[in-house]
């Protein structure tokens, strides 16, 4: 009797085993998905991404290779979907939201450099409960309330430019504006967030400007072969073991440990100064930045959905970063091509006199724009949407199914064997690359010169909007669905204001020595010069000022 007993489980673990081989790769395999051939099997194709000289040529390549999703092969065997399709992305941000979390690998990078913030919420419920705590410090009229500090914050870069630089040479000056940016906006988040003045405009030597200056370059540019084959592993590895991964002693961890450190020691002192302020003061009369709002939000929560104090003081990590850093490099890529498309500039500049006029005879001389005075200027709201189309700063992202599924396709897709699909199955555990940079160059959305940077393409409505993907002009630019960026209305104002003003003051040009401008894969995509790599992050411009 044992015999027949141990025979028939032996049988069904056989049967068993074969079933889940075929789902595994039979039923649920991927590799009839067509996609560039790797170099080597064990190290993928996919590294190719982290060695382009320019983010976004191999994605819009294979895009017309082989349409808007391919194969990827992945270091240790991985097939990972590259996926453009917008009705994809659709169905994997909005209709599935929680079933498609990020990668361990991502997840662990986050976690190391901003702690346990929003950014590293990886379940669903603990996603929903930080974004219910930071919703009410992110409403449209608390943001639409910074905008006269925004203005405050461009208009003493401008009077810096001025004084300090300019004033002697009307001819110009050639200024890395990405430095001087990205000081800026840190003190703007630093005030409209936390209520603190980080200084850094005043001082580049600024503690936290320093520890933010380069972080991506730094830790994440050409990572080494052994780096790649370390995180492939990962997903293997339990989650209790990766939380050591932060305290490996290489230039990548040791260079977001430091930068941790910094911002943490001021984030604590000011999460503890906000929660004291939210003990003593009615709500409703105390301060108004983001984190002090978050603070009494919290506080006024359910138990059960309150964040800790170490969850509270990892926001700002997160805030910091975002605020700050995106908004810059965005801003950044803006006054290059502005620089190189001397019309479009003259066009904004022409249409904020016109608009300066208009405010003056409504509200007299010296008033400075409302935010629906911003909002009202058409071909100002085109640049933006224009520039986070044509350069997405978080270029990529990463997901992986949580259970098996089913991805639908808006245009089908040619197999390895010629087979002709509208629809993907998947198994769980698949991974995805999302390719920002590839959905925003798709030419039946954007029109046929997707390639090209047209801002006129918002104004003539030449935008084909079948399928509602992103958060803002349909754009991936801010991520989408549950676990898009929640800051993403911040981040608008932010630029507007501070564009306006730069443009109103000042004419930027192309340096008058040839400089070649590479869009750098270096976790954002940065700007770095040809040739001069080890300076970092940089874009120098030929900045005039206007008389006015």
């Known amino acids: 009797m044992a015999s027949i007993t141990s025979a028939v489980s032996v049988s069904i673990l056989i049967s068993l085993t074969i079933y889940a081989i075929y789902r595994r790769l039979i039923k649920f395999s991927v590799k009839h998905i067509r996609g560039p051939d790797p170099s080597f099997d064990i190290t993928g194709n996919l590294r190719t991404f982290f060695y382009q000289s320019n983010v976004g040529d191999l994605d819009f390549k294979y895009v017309r290779d082989y349409g808007l999703v391919w194969r990827m092969n992945g270091p240790l065997g991985q097939d990972v979907l590259a996926v453009a399709d917008p009705k994809a992305l659709q169905y994997i941000f909005h209709k599935s939201g929680y079933n498609y979390p990020k990668s361990i690998e991502s997840d662990v990078i986050t976690k190391i450099f901003t702690g346990d913030s929003i950014l590293n919420a990886h379940t669903g419920h603990s996603h929903a409960r930080h974004r219910k705590v930071m919703n009410p410090a992110f409403s449209a009229p608390q943001l639409r309330s910074f905008l006269p500090q925004f203005r405050n914050s461009a208009a003493k870069l401008c009077r810096m430019w001025k004084d300090q630089i300019l004033d002697e040479k009307p001819e110009g000056e050639v200024i890395p504006v990405n430095k001087w940016l990205a000081r800026m906006t840190l003190d703007v988040i630093g005030e409209t967030a936390f209520h603190f003045d980080f200084g850094a405009l005043d001082n580049s030597k600024n503690e936290v400007s320093e520890a933010y200056d380069n972080l991506f370059a730094d830790s994440q540019l050409h990572p080494r072969l052994w780096v790649v084959f370390f995180r492939a592993s990962w997903r293997w590895l339990p989650r209790p073991l990766l939380n050591l991964v932060g305290y490996i002693p290489t230039r990548e961890y040791k260079r977001f440990r430091r930068t941790k450190k910094v911002v943490d020691k001021v984030s604590t002192v000011l999460v503890d100064a906000a929660t004291e302020e939210a003990k003593v003061v009615e709500i409703e009369k105390g301060k108004k930045d983001v984190m002090s709002v978050l603070v009494r939000a919290n506080m006024s929560e359910n138990p059960s959905f309150q964040l800790s104090k170490n969850e509270m003081t990892s926001q700002m990590a997160t805030l910091t970063i975002a605020g700050h850093e995106t908004t810059a490099n ?50 100002l709201q085109a640049l933006l949407k224009e520039i986070l189309r044509f350069h997405p700063i978080v270029y990529h992202l990463v997901r992986s199914a949580a259970k098996d599924d089913i991805i639908p396709l808006s245009e089908p897709l040619v197999t390895a064997t010629g087979e002709i699909i509208e629809e993907i199955p998947i198994a769980k555990g698949q991974a995805f690359l999302i390719s920002i940079c590839a959905y925003n160059r798709i030419k039946s959305i954007w029109g046929e010169d997707a390639d090209e940077f047209n801002p006129q393409r918002f104004i003539d409505g030449k935008v084909e909007n079948t399928v509602k993907v992103g958060m803002y002009g349909n754009l991936m630019s801010f991520s989408a669905g549950m676990r898009g960026c929640i800051g993403w209305r911040f981040s608008l104002i932010e630029m507007q204001a501070i564009l306006v003003a730069l443009i109103e003051n000042f004419e930027f040009s192309l340096p008058p020595t040839e400089t070649e401008i590479l869009r750098m894969p270096v976790g954002l995509m940065s700007p770095m010069v040809k040739n001069r790599l080890q300076e970092g992050v940089l874009m120098p411009l030929t900045v005039r000022a206007l008389s006015t």
């Open 330 to 379: 965005t801003l950044t890529w803006m006054l290059w091509e502005l620089a190189k498309h001397p019309k479009y500039q003259n066009h904004l500049r022409e249409e904020i006199r016109q608009k300066r006029e208009e405010v003056a005879e409504r509200d007299g001389e010296g008033v400075d724009f409302k935010m629906e005075d911003l909002e009202s200027m058409p071909f």
